[in-house]
């Protein structure tokens, strides 16, 4: 079921001295639940732009957001309706996690926020929580950012875009700051969730392997253009656009870069 449409979006920004420049140029795209939707491009081609206007961080220039087929409020309870439903997981856990805060307080304060459960349930949720991303709640939940692994703390950043209940995901590289061994574990996490709470996921990523693996469909973004869609496998193993293929073979093969990761499937790390 199609949650979220973004429909035929263009975004320009004046640049002193130089005009407008096109950050995203004339693009569409949807998110159904249970799904996941791979976009892929090079730095510089309009995949954050997306994710700040899903966020509703940007106005589009031209083209509408849609949500269950209504156009998303600028303002008011609508508003924050909508950013209850769709979440953000960021590329760097560190900077996203408050280092003065513990856990508890990080998973507490979206569920206070959003009034997700009354407060006398609060440390059940925030331990259920916790649990759903495949941490121990005694061994974490009173520790800090900085004495977390990376991995650890990419978990908790998850779990708290998850305390809302939302329907969207959006992934920004969301493990592209972590060691290479524990990656893997960490988007089957996001994979399983997708999958059993029905959520529908935009996984932002310059990873053609990772896109292949966990992506239902792929779209490919050059210079703020979509350059080709399609059935994960087919972007991948049969690209059709010059861009696609020169990423292609610019990328590990995946195969042998999953290969290397085995034994990292479900990883806590």
Do not use: C
Not at 34 to 58: D, F, M, P, Y
Not at 68 to 79: V, Y
Not at 121 to 146: F, Q
Not at 180 to 204: F, H, K, M, Q, T
């Amino acid at each position: 079921m199609t949650v979220l449409e973004v429909d035929h979006v263009t975004k320009t920004y004046a640049v002193r001295g130089a005009g407008r420049i096109t950050a995203l140029d004339d693009v569409s795209l949807t998110l159904e639940s249970g799904r996941t939707t791979g976009l892929v491009g090079q730095s510089g081609s309009g995949k954050s732009t997306i994710a700040k206007i899903l966020t509703q961080l940007e106005t589009p220039t031209s083209g509408e957001v849609r949500l269950d087929g209504q156009p998303i409020p600028r303002r008011g309870a609508g508003l924050r309706a909508y950013r209850q439903t769709l979440r953000m997981v960021f590329q760097d856990p560190f900077a996203s996690l408050n280092p003065y805060h513990s856990v508890r307080y990080h998973l507490e304060r979206p569920l206070r926020l959003h009034r997700v459960v009354p407060d006398a349930e609060l440390d059940d949720e925030v331990r259920r929580l916790l649990d759903r991303v495949h941490l121990e709640p005694g061994t974490v939940i009173d520790r800090r950012p900085h004495e977390l692994s990376g991995g650890q703390r990419q978990r908790v950043a998850i779990a708290r875009a998850l305390a809302s209940r939302p329907r969207l995901l959006v992934a920004d590289e969301p493990v592209s700051m972590l060691d290479v061994s524990i990656r893997l574990g960490v988007l089957n996490l996001l994979a399983d969730l997708g999958r059993e709470e029905g959520l529908g996921v935009l996984y932002i990523t310059h990873d053609l392997a990772t896109a292949r693996h966990f992506s239902d469909e792929i779209l490919v973004l050059n210079q703020g253009r979509v350059v080709e869609r399609g059935p994960a496998d087919d972007v991948i193993l049969r690209p059709q656009d010059p861009y696609t293929r020169e990423l292609r073979a610019a990328s590990p093969d995946p195969e042998k870069h999953f290969a290397s990761a085995s034994g990292t499937h479900g990883g806590a790390l």
